[in-house]
């Protein structure tokens, strides 16, 4: 599928300093696709199932991995129930998970 997204650079573009301030996380495409993402995994459930035997299993709930960029490598912290985090939580959590990643503060769970 093809996205314009130039309405949403032009937003983060007027909006980057005020949202820093207001909210103590960077503004980026990001929270905006993982978003976009969660609505569509509950839009098309499937996608967001599991197999667990011979059983298909439903989930209600989108635990969605973020690639963090660390000395090592990557490392993928993990927002949890992404699905009824707002685009300013989910600002929040990534940039909160990502300096934790950073940081060596990642709890295994």
Known sequence: ???????ILQLIQ?????????????????????RAICRALQAYPLLNASLE???????HYVHLG???SVDQGVM???LKNCQSLSIVEIAQQIADLA???????LAPN
């Open 1 to 7: 599928t093809e996205v314009d997204v130039t309405r």
């Open 14 to 34: 007027e909006q980057k300093a005020s949202f820093q301030a207001q909210h103590g996380a960077k503004i980026t495409i990001t929270p905006f696709v993982a």
């Open 53 to 59: 035997g011979d059983t298909i299993v439903m989930k």
């Open 66 to 68: 973020i690639a963090v």
């Open 76 to 78: 993928v912290p993990v």
């Open 99 to 105: 300096l934790k990643a950073r940081e060596h503060r």
